[in-house]
């Protein structure tokens, strides 16, 4: 039998909540589910709004609007992240300004963000790799002093934590995912998480295409205009039903991916001590969500053998990001700053091993399949 990379996984209570949002007859969002929704994500994460929208690309496109990113703003980021950390903040005529990623968590390195800084420098993304939190004391500390903005890429990062402060709650502004490949899913969807009270009201009207719908529903305006540029961002009541039947079920799900993680991790220290791959590592501050497993490869040739070799066995195994400065539009629209060589050397080495909720009884098999792989 094939072992996926990614299985998504349910509960069984999606299909409960959602039967309920189609008979409450309120399809749109902004119902009694997405309120739960939003309700479980403030109180989880300890932010001042949660947003529902349908996708962490929508979040961090909201993020770029609230940010006010015009022509010519540089952001800095890392160049080892997915499209959409960038593409946010381009769609606005910023200018992505690309750091390299440290040897250890592959997050963005803190100590190369002051050299990036210009006088054009509107905000900084930090992108929680694996769920693993960036250092963000430091991050911090630099916005302040520069008086950037800080807007959190924790796609990864539900229910993570820096310092025992939950991942999302540190920045201005954070983005979740819960696309079918994140810890909580809904299919496709996100939230934006606003911490800063500047942005929240401005916040709503973008969400809702622009509109002061919201202040309208809450009795607080007697009709509803156009008052600002905006979308619709905003994500529909049954997405909401099935997300919500997911966080209800976080501890569990988080759980039985810690598990695997675990087991992974005790599995392949021998080959660590061989000199055959690197582990991934993760900070004593950092409490991460066990979002995904990866082993750090001698090189790229024997990357490429590793996957073939095992999906010639039913195992699918994966690699990415290709860094955003050597894609075609990262060329044309972004910059370096400094050398990114970590970036162009770990994304050449790096492989995620199957992890999901339901792979318990076939671990064992992934583990012996791959140092198999690793001892021929
Ligand atoms: C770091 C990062 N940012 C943003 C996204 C975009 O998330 P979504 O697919 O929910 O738009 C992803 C998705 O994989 C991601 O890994």
């Given amino acids: 039998m094939e072992i996926p990379f990614n299985k998504p996984f349910t509960t069984g209570i999606e299909l409960i909540y959602i039967e309920q949002a189609l008979h409450s007859r309120h ?26 929208t349908h996708s962490c690309t929508a979040a961090l496109e909201m993020a770029a609007i609230l940010a006010d990113i015009k022509p010519g703003d540089e952001v800095i980021m890392p160049s080892y992240t997915f499209v959409s950390t960038a593409n ?3 769609l606005r005529g910023g200018v992505p300004v690309f750091v390299d990623i440290r ?3 592959l997050n963005l390195d ?32 630099i916005a302040d002093k520069h008086q950037l903005l800080v807007i959190e890429d924790a796609a990864q990062g539900v229910k993570s934590g820096y310092k025992g402060r939950p991942l999302g709650s540190i920045g201005h502004m954070a983005a979740f995912s819960f696309h079918e490949t994140k810890n909580i899913v809904s299919g496709e969807g996100g939230a934006l998480l606003i911490n800063d009270p500047r942005f929240m009201e401005r916040a709503e009207y973008i969400l809702e295409k622009g509109t002061n719908r919201s202040k309208y529903f809450r009795g607080e305006v007697d009709k509803y205009t156009w008052v600002d540029i905006g979308s619709s ?16 079920a976080e501890d569990m799900i988080t759980k039985r991916r810690m598990e695997i993680w675990n087991e992974y991790h005790r599995a392949f220290f021998p080959q660590e001590e061989a000199g055959k791959l690197r582990r991934p590592v993760i900070p004593e501050v950092c409490q991460h969500n066990a979002h995904m497993y990866y082993l750090l490869l001698p090189n790229l040739e024997k990357r490429i053998r590793f996957i073939e070799r095992l999906k010639s066995q039913g195992i699918s195994t ?3 990001y290709v860094p955003l400065d050597t894609a075609p539009m990262g060329k044309k629209v972004a910059r370096r700053s400094g050398t990114l060589t970590h970036t162009h050397d770990l994304s050449d080495r790096l492989v995620r091993l199957p992890l999901w909720p339901g792979l318990e009884d076939q671990q064992a098999e992934v583990i012996d399949k791959v140092n198999a792989v690793l001892t021929c």
């Fill in 103 to 105: 040897a250890d968590t």
């Fill in 88 to 90: 946010a903040f381009v």
């Fill in 233 to 248: 961002f905003l994500t529909s009541e049954i997405v909401a039903a099935c997300l919500f039947a997911q966080l209800e």
């Fill in 27 to 52: 399809l749109a969002g902004g119902g009694v589910f997405t309120k739960k929704c939003t309700a479980w994500l403030e109180k989880s994460v300890g932010c001042r709004k949660a947003l529902l």
């Fill in 318 to 320: 994966v690699f990415h």
């Fill in 110 to 141: 803190e100590s190369k963000i002051e050299a990036a800084i210009t006088p054009k420098t509107k905000a900084i993304v930090p992108v929680h790799y694996a769920g693993v939190g960036c250092e963000m004391d430091t991050i911090m500390a």
